[in-house]
């Protein structure tokens, strides 16, 4: 990241110098300084504190005047006056009240009145006394309040770092995290914050939940601090003359962001408690980023990691598979120039075999590709169930001519809206499905219907077996990509399932996996089901 400079990137931007005004000399603080971040008590000024512990003395001398007590009793009532006002101001005026205050009451009460004569020694020690009481009295309490403005200064940067820290944990990605934070910052500090991101070439884009929309000055006050790791802007000698403070957000000595902000114009300079809490912010914000950033590249490399798992999945798979049905290709086509006709009639089942598994295969996995491509647009009609089931009959081959096959479809069953192909060939896999895990005994039985769900019917084709049922441990998977059980016998690539489910969603229905009651597993298609009045005339 090349890093601007005043004589190259900013010769048009008069205010960019550093540390100086427009006019060529050093920059001048004009805004009232009375401003200060929310819930912090400003300190008073010291000539006021000074004035108001004068005003006090002086009212207490005179109304005292008035009264008729002994001279003594007027000490007690200035040492309470200097205890109160210790609670007020800071400890330089206390020192001047309880100065001030013997001087008084020695020239005003002490007789001879009005006058510095020389005191009897008991005054002369009630007088001294009075003042070390006054001065180391007023001066612990002055100590110990300014120990409670510090602690209260503490608890509550504290307080606001820990409502940020809840505000960011309870954000579930990085642009509710970023809001949260500034929301929080523009409430804190009265002001408008911004949040630049490091983004490529080094440069940084502002987060669109900143309310501080940064002008070209600012960004490159930004650019700076973020390339010069330091921070630069307003209420620093880098840069004064900004409209905002720019703090970079380093962790590990990488910059991961600049935070920006607007403070109030009031604002004349920033107390060390003020510039503590921003920092504490930046701080915060620095590790949000480089949590997001670090989960997002957790992710990433997770994703990665299972797209090369499941690439050498569908390698070893694909080579495995196709091996054997090329194998027998490759010897039947050596042997087909025999002479003996039965053993030809045996090779050309086995190249029709070999060939059809081979189609089922490339089928299967051109079928997977639509569906990941988004390439799948079904072309939805009226479709009659038992044409459709038969179709998936006829497709699934060899695989059911020794089975028992039943079909259950009841006389009136009406025609359903499908695409006539994806449901012949989703009723397919699952009846080689079945085949392929359940022994040859065992019937296999589809059986259809309407059923009603929740006030809408729905057509339904169920798929059942009295095979092993499913795996407990294979339930949640089932219609994921590749997923086979242990058991499972060779010649698949475990997308069968995963093809339904993605052809019964392309068509706005469902599948479903469950128990066949008695032994065995079902699996169910569902789609959903309207009146067939308009159905076209097939005359026409």
């Given amino acids: 990241m090349a890093a601007p400079t005043p004589t190259t990137a900013w010769p048009t931007w008069p205010f960019l110098s550093r540390g100086r005004n427009r006019s060529g000399g050093v920059a001048e603080a004009t805004a009232p300084s009375g401003w200060r971040l929310r819930g912090d008590r400003g300190t008073a000024s010291p000539v006021r504190e000074y004035l108001e512990v004068l005003g006090v003395i002086?009212?207490?001398t005179v109304v005292g005047w008035f009264v008729p007590l002994t001279y003594r009793a007027f000490g007690h009532i200035y040492l309470l006056a200097v205890i109160a006002l210790s609670l007020r101001v800071g400890r330089g005026p206390v020192l001047v009240a309880a100065l001030v205050s013997a001087v008084a009451w020695n020239f005003v009460f002490m007789p001879p009145r009005l006058s510095f004569s020389v005191l009897h020694f008991e005054d002369s020690l009630m007088l001294g006394t009075y003042l070390l009481v006054a001065l180391?009295?007023?001066?612990l309490t002055a100590r110990i309040r300014a120990q409670e403005r510090e602690e209260r200064s503490r608890e509550r940067r504290a307080t606001a770092l820990f409502h940020l820290t809840r505000a960011l944990t309870g954000a579930r990605t990085l642009d509710e995290a970023v809001a949260a934070a500034l929301?929080?910052?523009?409430?804190l500090f009265e002001a408008r914050t911004a949040l630049l991101l490091a983004g490529d070439n080094g440069t940084?884009?502002?987060h669109e939940a900143g309310a501080f929309v940064l002008d070209e000055n600012d960004r490159a006050v930004a650019q700076w601090a973020a390339y010069h790791q330091a921070t630069a802007g307003r209420f620093t000698e880098t840069f004064p003359q900004a409209a905002g403070l720019h703090l970079p957000l380093l962790r590990a000595g990488k910059v991961l962001g600049v935070f920006s902000l607007c403070?109030?114009?009031?604002?004349?300079e920033l107390s060390p408690v003020q510039r503590d809490l921003i920092d504490g912010f930046a701080a915060q914000i620095a590790l949000l980023v480089e949590r997001e950033q670090l989960r997002g590249a957790s992710e990433r490399e997770k994703f990665f990691a299972e797209s090369d798992r499941l690439h050498r999945t569908l390698l070893d798979s694909v080579s495995h598979e196709l091996k054997t049905p090329l194998s027998v290709l490759r010897a039947a086509g050596e042997k087909l120039d025999t002479e003996d006709s039965d053993k030809r009639a045996g090779l050309a089942?086995?190249?029709r075999t070999a060939t059809r598994r081979l189609d089922h295969l490339?089928?299967?996995?051109l079928n997977q590709t639509r569906l990941e491509s988004g390439g799948l647009k079904p072309q939805l009609d009226w479709c009659d169930a038992r044409d459709v089931v038969n179709a998936a009959r006829r497709t699934t081959g060899e695989a059911l001519a020794n089975r028992v096959f039943k079909m259950e479809i009841p006389a009136d069953m009406p025609l359903f809206m499908a695409d006539a192909p994806l449901m012949e060939h989703a009723l397919a896999n699952l009846l080689l499905n079945a085949c392929l895990h359940t022994p040859e005994s065992a019937p296999i039985t589809v059986a259809a219907g309407l059923e009603n769900s929740d006030g809408r019917e729905r057509v339904f084709v169920r798929v059942s077996d009295r095979g092993p049922g499913l795996p407990s441990a294979l339930r949640d998977q089932l219609f994921q990509k590749f997923r086979r059980g242990n058991g499972a016998r060779a010649g698949g690539l475990g997308l069968g399932l995963s093809i339904v489910r993605g052809f019964m969603l392309a068509q706005g229905g469902d599948v479903v996996a469950g128990d066949n009651p008695g032994g065995g597993a079902c699996f169910t298609v569902y789609l959903p089901h309207q009146a067939h009045g308009s159905v076209p005339n097939d005359e026409r």
Wanted: aromatic letters at 4%; charged letters at 15%; proline letters at 7%.
């Fill in 204 to 206: 940084f884009a502002p």
């Fill in 349 to 351: 089942v086995e190249i």
């Fill in 58 to 60: 002086g009212a207490v």
């Fill in 263 to 268: 403070l109030p114009e009031a604002a004349a």
């Fill in 183 to 187: 929301d929080q910052a523009d409430g």
């Fill in 362 to 365: 490339v089928g299967n996995l």
């Fill in 136 to 139: 180391i009295g007023g001066q």
